[in-house]
């Protein structure tokens, strides 16, 4: 199970000091209005729950908030997260051996197992047991798989909460953890793009009640067979503004690097700051860097800051500025924004695009950002795009200085 690894990261390593999760306790956590009708069930609040209380907590708001979904009418079906001993994810990974360790995240270790009752391969997370946050988390991840149902979300099977554990049992991502370091192509880091952002769609638009992710980057992409990509680690998420609310104000909690301007000054929690996230990762995928890189010169140790000039990209692929085109023909900078990885192989034209799409998820302005529905229809696009390095012009130029016939056509 893994992240992708076109930004150099690797998941069975520790976070960096400034690769964390930031959290800022100066602002309340607490919705921007108070409702006065019928109490909302809100499973993914910040829930603050003893150790000892961890498994009273779980069923009985799962079991409420499904009764509220029927009620409405909407919602989608409530997942039926199994309860596990502790003893049996003792012999599903062989009492936790090194052997069976796939990689380390910010509040566990997950590592591959197998259930005895059905020979099930799986993936269990095993959470720090003396971290309060930790137990925070823990709460609101069973609570929000156990609403999802979605194949870009990685599925919950169940859970273990006896006495100082707290584990947790996915679906086994088939990828093994090794093959994510390979080289990605221009159409596989598309497809990994797309299927990300039909599992935000699914947070964001389809879900009763909305969720915002909170906590979207790189290693919270987990790769399954054909690098079908499935979003994880749903501890920080919460439930979105309803109604005519904007947003949520809340404590400022995120990774350093992935984290939206707007949010991390205010705490005012939106739809858009997700959109802000993605941003960040599709950048990551298109540049081969990570979102925050101090072995960097300065003025590229931010990957957001490095490509603050595609605002003017956007200008000149939207709106065709006329006065703009001259230097729209400036490729030098555009060849250097690709993953050297990719040695060129790439299409020049879904390099444009891909980047505009970047550049738009992460406008500093908050409604200037896209909704996701239109980021999908734009991701689903260039991923059925198929580039095939064979039969299509590369976006080199060749040893005579000829340009390819896609380059030639953006000159219109």
């Known amino acids: ?3 992708f690894p076109c930004a150099g990261g690797d998941s069975s390593t520790k976070r960096s000091s400034k690769n964390k999760r930031i959290e800022n306790n100066t ?8 409702t006065s009708d019928t109490k909302k069930v809100d499973p993914c609040n910040e829930v603050k729950v003893k150790k000892e209380n961890v498994q009273d907590a779980i069923q009985p708001s799962v079991v409420e908030f499904g009764e509220k979904s029927k009620t409405s009418g909407e919602g989608g079906p409530i997942n039926k997260a199994r309860t596990f001993t502790y003893a049996q994810l003792v012999s599903a990974t062989d009492n936790f051996k090194a052997a069976y360790f796939l990689g380390e ?3 566990g270790k997950v590592f591959k197992g197998k259930l005895e009752d059905s020979d099930q391969i799986v993936a269990i997370k095993q959470l720090d047991p003396d971290g309060l946050q930790g137990i925070r988390e823990f709460v609101v991840e069973v609570l929000t798989l156990s609403m999802a149902d979605h194949p870009n979300l990685v599925k919950l099977i169940g859970y273990c909460a006896e006495g100082e554990q707290r584990l947790l049992v996915y679906e086994y991502m088939s990828l093994d953890h090794r093959a994510h370091r390979k080289r990605l192509d221009w159409n596989t880091r598309m497809k990994i793009a797309a299927g990300a952002a039909r599992g935000l769609e699914y947070l964001h638009d389809k879900m009763n009640p909305p969720v915002i992710y909170r906590d979207l980057k790189g290693s919270n992409i987990l790769l399954g067979e ?3 990509a499935k979003l994880s680690d749903f501890g920080l998420a919460k439930v979105g503004p309803l109604g005519d609310k904007t947003h949520v104000s809340t404590r400022v909690m995120g990774t350093y690097g992935y984290c ?3 949010y991390a000054m205010t705490g005012q929690l939106t739809f858009k700051s997700d959109i802000y996230s993605f941003g960040v990762v599709l950048l990551e995928l298109i540049t081969g860097r990570k979102a925050i890189d101090n072995t960097r010169p300065a003025a590229e140790q931010n990957l ?3 490509v603050s000039y595609l605002h003017m990209i956007l200008l000149l692929l939207f709106r065709l500025q006329k006065a703009a085109r001259p230097l729209f023909k400036d490729r030098r900078k555009f060849a250097h924004m690709a993953d050297p990885v990719l ?3 790439y299409p020049v034209r879904g390099l444009y695009q891909a980047l505009a799409i970047a550049a738009m998820c992460v406008q500093e302005q908050p409604n200037m950002r896209p909704l996701i529905a239109d980021v999908v229809t734009a991701l689903n696009y260039l991923a059925s ?3 095939d390095p064979l039969t299509n012009p590369s976006s080199r130029r060749g040893s005579r200085g000829q340009r390819s016939s896609d380059e030639k056509k953006l000159d219109v």
């Open 105 to 107: 995240g910010g509040f």
């Open 226 to 228: 054909d690098y079908h």
């Open 385 to 387: 795009q198929k580039y």
């Open 343 to 345: 040695e060129g192989e």
């Open 1 to 3: 199970m893994g992240c």
């Open 304 to 306: 957001v800051a490095w």
């Open 260 to 262: 939206a301007p707007d």
């Open 27 to 34: 602002h309340n956590d607490q919705s921007n209005t108070k």
